[in-house]
């Protein structure tokens, strides 16, 4: 019997959701708190300029796990020099780690902001609980548990709607672009295209499309079972435009929250997350700064254990290891091997001296050395039918990936020019 549940329509959403909303994460939260804080609605037009990219690449990554029944990384080794691979994901893996280290030093900070005590203990607590997690529970149980994290998000909309906005001024904002020459002004240009466009969300996507696959006793690959393309490439468009629209209509009002109160307050610098929902509350009331806060936990739940998951992936496809979250640890210890020691490696980090923004500063670097050359080569993927068979990216989607491709290169070579000149 056909299903009529209410809530049939959910079964849509997965891998696309959980990666856009993994996005927002807490060292994003930052980028996007200091463009607000420092720049006004100066930079709005960015959300709407990323959205049509970045929903094009996820949805190229998610096609190509779907239809070939591998992971991009493992796709990648089968199309080209293993030693270009390994360097690209090594450089992943680094900029994950430090990124899960801001990440868990964000949600310490978080938690000590709503219910006092160590920040240390909480981040120390928060390590412990996403590996047991990742480690211990069932792919189908855990994914359910990321999918509904993703309302944590939410707060960030509530956070808007108890300030003081002017939307007319945010809308006009958004779709007239307002364009500066300075460094400043450039540098959080390519912070938020980096913040946006990150290379841990292609590995992730491509190989939770994998995982949904295999999870299913009914389905297969595209390539082995055309018949089921029409409602799974359906499927995965309809839930990745969703997952990036969530990803940057958020990052939106968390730019429109920190414009309409840091930067009105004349307080234009942010050193990270936790600092701007403290700030946030003498300004804006304590329930905008708790709930900003607690925005920040829930995002840093979802995101820790996508990026640490993504270079698990990436690594363990690259030597043709088993990978998965449906696997047993012994089943798959290069895969979770790499989850534990960059979860760990990153929880460490908060015991050294390194400061979160120029932490992440380290990590938009990498990031932008590793980005445009895994995204060129995920196009070349994406358009090669002996690998794609007759579900090669069509023309929109496939010229909308290019042009992301050029905007990250056009942003890393802005990024070191900048970093040069400083």
Same mark, same amino acid.
């Given at each position: ?174 779709? =007239? ?113 708790? =709930? ?11 995101? =820790? ?107 890393? =070579? ?9």
């Amino acid at each position: 019997m056909p299903d009529k549940s209410p809530l049939r329509w959910l079964r849509l959403f997965g891998p696309g959701v959980i990666t856009g909303a993994s996005d927002d994460d807490p060292s994003g939260i930052a980028t996007y708190s200091q463009a607000g804080a420092q720049f006004g609605f100066g930079l709005l037009w960015t959300m709407f300029l990323t959205y049509p990219l970045m929903a094009a690449i996820q949805e190229i990554c998610a096609r190509i796990g779907r239809v070939t029944g591998l992971g991009l990384a493992a796709n990648l080794r089968r199309a080209y020099p293993k030693a270009a691979l390994y360097l690209c994901v090594a450089l992943l893996v680094i900029a994950n780690t430090i990124n899960i280290g801001a990440d868990i030093g964000a949600i310490g900070s978080a938690s000590e902001l709503l219910w006092g005590g160590s920040r240390l203990a909480y981040a120390a607590a928060f390590t412990t609980v996403t590996l047991g997690l990742q480690i211990w529970l069932p792919y189908g149980r855990y994914a359910r548990l990321l999918f509904w994290l993703s309302a944590s998000l939410l707060a960030y909309v509530a956070s808007a709607a108890v300030v003081h906005v002017d939307w007319s001024a945010a809308l006009y904002a958004t779709v =007239v672009p307002s364009l500066r020459g300075d460094a400043e002004w450039l540098t959080m240009i390519v912070a938020l295209f980096g913040t946006t466009i990150s290379p841990y969300l292609f590995f992730w996507q491509a190989s939770t499309e994998v995982e949904e696959e295999e999870a299913d006793p009914k389905a297969e690959p595209l390539l082995r079972a055309p018949r089921q393309a029409r409602f799974q490439l359906f499927r995965l468009r309809v839930d990745t435009l969703v997952g990036m629209g969530v990803s940057n209509v958020i990052a939106w009002f968390i730019i429109v929250t920190t414009a309409s109160t840091l930067f009105r307050s004349q307080i234009h610098d942010v050193a990270s997350a936790a600092q701007a929902a403290a700030a946030l509350a003498p300004i804006a009331g304590r329930f905008a700064g708790l =709930v900003f806060a607690a925005g920040i936990v829930g995002t840093g739940l979802l995101a =820790v254990p996508v990026l640490a998951g993504s270079a698990g992936y990436a690594v363990a496809e690259s030597f043709d290891c088993p990978a998965g979250l449906t696997r047993k640890p012994r089943d798959a210890r290069v895969f979770y091997g790499v989850i534990v020691a960059s979860t760990l490696a990153g929880f460490a980090l908060n015991f050294t001296r390194l400061n979160p923004m120029k932490a992440l500063i380290y990590a938009a670097v990498i990031n932008g050395v590793a980005a445009v050359p895994i995204m060129a080569m995920t196009m070349l993927l994406a358009t090669n039918r002996a690998l794609m068979g007759e579900f090669v990216v069509p023309g929109v989607v496939r010229w909308l990936g290019w042009a992301a491709t050029i905007v990250m290169f056009a942003a890393a =070579v802005a990024m070191f020019t900048t970093l040069a000149k400083g």
